[in-house]
């Protein structure tokens, strides 16, 4: 007689040694939402002071003592978000392993049952060809599983290693108190972060390659890995509907938020039209354009329209102080106009259109403000 109990210790090894997908309290995930949390306190900082700065300062050392502040900002936004990210990679990665392991529970019981029902014809020389089949049959369902969470942990865990910041070194020296506050007190975070992170892509390859997993399970899948919330972020184009930013990627590479997609597009239009030679009175982006003209193509592009002097295209609209500065703001004299376009710079028609740090300096001209035509 066979013993049903060798048949199921395999089943039983691979259920012990595959993991219950259950997070400690205070573990990876909670300490990178913590950690954005305090990252996104550091931003609110930044913006109050920021706004007190350009209260009691202006001219040149003020606009660049804020263009550098705005970066440090931009900086701080990213790095919430990609902590936020982190936390949704191992939320989801811990749901995989815990959905497994509850699949694997019930095989392992589909069979014990199995097995209890038969009885004494268990014994029998048909009784032991079915109890044989149904532990092959079983067997195969777990490595089923197993190779399926396999393949989701590998997904998260290439996901959590493209998330995770390279260690962070001393930051460059500021011009002004602002910047240097601002970058002193994000830099342990930033910190924080890449450690965190690090100690949560470790726990992910360590989920990956379970006693369990490593027992050449087959790669077939019934289902397919799950995409990160890494890939969903960058993406954002339900803005205008939804109420939330939209992430616009910037000629420099970083990436920052648009309050709707109008803006967002604005943005995109007036970064299409870089290198555009300056024309007065122009009104086509590649041939020639003057500063008001680039505006009002931008926002044209959009569905937003604007007055066709400079001076006028503030008029209106929502005036925003510099430490709430996102990109579609405009920057208006009385002779000219640029637009925010985040990270501490803007663009303008120049000769030609270019971009550059964020002022409100322009040859001795009366500026009026910034201005938000979206909102």
Known sequence: MIDINVLAKPLFDLLSSFGTGVLPSGGPS???TSTSSIIDQIHAFGRNSINSMNSAWDGQAADSATSKALRVQTSAATISDRGNEMATV???????????????????????????????????????TVIVGSAIDHFGQAMNVVGRVQNELDTQTASMTELTPPPSTAPASAATGIASSASSIAQPAMSALSSVGSAAGQMLTSMATTPAASSSPSKSS??????????????????????????????????????NEKAATAVRSALGAV????????????????????????????????????????????????????PGDLAVWDGHVAMVIGNGQLVEAGDPVQVGAIRTENSGMDFYGFYRPTS
């Open 30 to 32: 909670n300490q990178l």
């Open 222 to 259: 019934s289902s397919s890995p799950s995409n990160s919330g890494a890939s969903q972020s960058s993406n954002n184009a339900s803005g205008a509907d939804s109420g939330k930013g939209v992430k616009v990627t910037l000629p420099d590479g970083s990436i920052v938020e648009a309050p």
């Open 275 to 326: 290198g555009t030679p300056y024309a007065w009175g122009g009104n086509t982006p590649g041939s020639g354009i003057d500063c008001s003209g680039l505006t009002k193509y931008a926002y044209g592009e959009a569905g937003v329209d604007l007055p066709r002097l400079a001076q006028e295209q503030g008029s209106g609209h929502m005036s925003v102080s510099p430490g709430d500065l996102m």
């Open 90 to 128: 191992v939320d989801q990665a811990a749901a995989q392993v815990e959905t497994g392991q509850k699949e694997l529970t019930a095989i392992v019981q589909s069979f014990v049952d199995t097995a209890t029902t038969m009885g004494p014809a268990i014994a029998t020389p048909a009784g032991l």
